[in-house]
């Protein structure tokens, strides 16, 4: 019996000098415990073994706050107990940090809260205060927003464990609970798009504000009523970054809702504003709804062919044309509508029409002919023979009659420079790296009058081909 205690014993004092070694270890700062060793620490240390590990984390991340990825590679590591505890702690510091006298500081603590995609109450509430507070830096209510927007798509989560759980049969026993996180999540949605929407609508908010919220409901993907009013009527905002991020969110939304019909009904007047900036908008979202209706290509063509058209207006419209082209796979119909354009008597419908062919990818050679004839034409507008390299660029046909006449307006030393530049950068595209090409390229480069764009455009066009003839000689 006294052996047996005897061993007992010197067990027992086994266990606590191996314990002490760990969390001596780990105090040194001779590396953390890994899951092996982590299991052999009796259950009188483990609470004292977390409160060393949280610390140890809590120094790590004094200099940055860890994202989601890292707070997964913890948690797979050290366990779901201990990675609570180090997010809590974290939240609580920048929950001080996001009320700081240092603008910069609060800041970065709204970024970081969006980062860690933590959606307690706490949290919502102090972004929400930071983006409604008209006092408080632009910077700091654009990254409150945009925080905001992170954790609303992170909510939808909630909806497709409610769903998968119907499908599995499991849905009675845990019932309650997800009913009721999703009536809180509901809860907390309804808040934050009111605030968002307030956002977006206020006619004196900074543009970055506004593209920061416009973001952001596109992540919550709501397909409400005010949520797309508000959008909409931010297609005709001043600034381009601004209606380009709510065409994005229009985008998502109508996709994840299939209201993509609805949203063209309800923008497609506005193509006919006597604002430009407007039916330059709506030609974006049209394009990145994609729907394939006559009524929309008839609408886009006549915005590309009008004369008076506004440049950006056209492009927008060529792009979209594209886009829908690409999508439904009626490359070739829209094609056929548009080329005879190509020869109309006012050059800004030439422009417009070549732009379009580039974006539509129909590289048939009805199409390249066209373009290289335009291209070719010295009695051409600039503008036109510009639109024309770029779409052969796109295309990437690299025939010699293209390579050609490419190589012809980078030569021309009487030729706009615009036009000179956008050649370069097509025949950097074709990749088609032979000694007349090279010499032309290089002939700009090393001309000292030459305008900096062209030789910058010719030099990344020369490091392309480098690039390419490199790759060709490995495989």
């Not at 009008?306 to 207006?313: C, L």
């Not at 990344?460 to 490995?474: D, G, I, N, P, R």
């Amino acid at each position: 019996m006294r052996k047996f205690k005897e061993r007992v014993k010197e067990n027992i004092e086994e266990a606590k000098r191996r314990e002490a070694n760990l969390l001596n270890k780990l105090m040194e700062g001779k590396g953390i415990p890994d899951e092996k060793l982590v299991r052999l620490i009796a259950p009188s240390q483990v609470h004292k073994y977390k409160e060393e590990v949280v610390k140890r984390l809590l120094e790590e991340f004094k200099e940055g706050i860890p994202d989601k990825k890292t707070i997964e590679e913890i948690k797979e590591r050290f366990g779901e107990e201990v990675t609570k505890e180090l997010v809590n702690k974290v939240i609580e510091t920048l929950l001080v940090k996001i009320n700081s006298e240092d603008w910069e500081e609060r800041m970065e603590a709204c970024a970081a809260l969006g980062d860690l995609g933590v959606k307690s109450k706490k949290v919502i509430n102090a972004l929400v205060e930071r983006l409604n507070d008209k006092r408080e830096y632009t910077r700091v209510r654009k990254e409150a927003a945009e925080a905001l927007g992170k954790l609303g798509a992170a909510r939808k989560e909630t909806k497709s464990t409610t769903d998968k759980l119907k499908k599995e049969g499991k849905f009675r026993k845990v019932i309650k609970t997800v009913i009721k996180a999703l009536v809180k999540s509901v809860e907390e949605n309804e808040k934050l798009i009111k605030v968002l929407v307030k956002r977006l609508k206020d006619e004196n908010e900074k543009w970055d504000v506004k593209k920061a919220v416009a973001e952001a409901l596109g992540k919550l993907e709501v397909a409400n009523k005010k949520v797309i009013n508000a959008l909409v009527g931010r297609l005709k905002d001043e600034d381009e970054d601004v209606r380009e991020a709510v065409v994005e969110a229009l985008g998502k939304t109508a996709k994840k809702n299939n209201i993509e019909n609805e949203i063209v009904e309800r923008i497609l007047p506005g193509i006919n504003s006597t604002e430009w900036k407007e039916r330059h908008g709506v030609c974006l979202a049209l394009g990145e709804l994609g729907v394939p209706s006559e009524e929309v290509i008839n609408a886009l063509v006549e915005r590309l062919n009008d004369e008076s058209e506004h440049p950006s207006v056209r492009k927008a419209a060529a792009e979209a044309l594209g886009k829908i082209a690409k999508k439904n796979k009626m490359e070739e119909e829209i094609v056929e509508r548009i080329l005879p354009d190509i020869n109309s008597t006012d050059w800004k419908e030439r422009a417009g029409v070549c732009l379009a062919l580039g974006e539509l990818g129909g590289a048939s050679e009805k199409v390249i002919d066209a373009l290289v004839e335009r291209l070719n034409d010295e009695s051409e507008h600039p503008s036109v023979r510009k639109a024309a390299a770029k779409a052969l660029g796109k295309l990437g046909v690299a025939n010699k009659e293209v390579v050609n006449a490419l190589v012809e307006r980078l030569k021309d030393k009487n030729e706009e420079w615009y036009v000179k530049e956008t050649a370069a950068k097509a025949l950097g595209k074709l990749g088609v790296a032979n000694r007349k090409i090279i010499n032309a390229l290089m002939e700009r480069l090393k001309d000292k009058y030459e305008d900096y764009d062209v030789k910058e455009a010719s030099e990344t066009a020369l490091e392309q081909l480098a690039e390419k003839t490199l790759k060709l000689e490995k495989e």
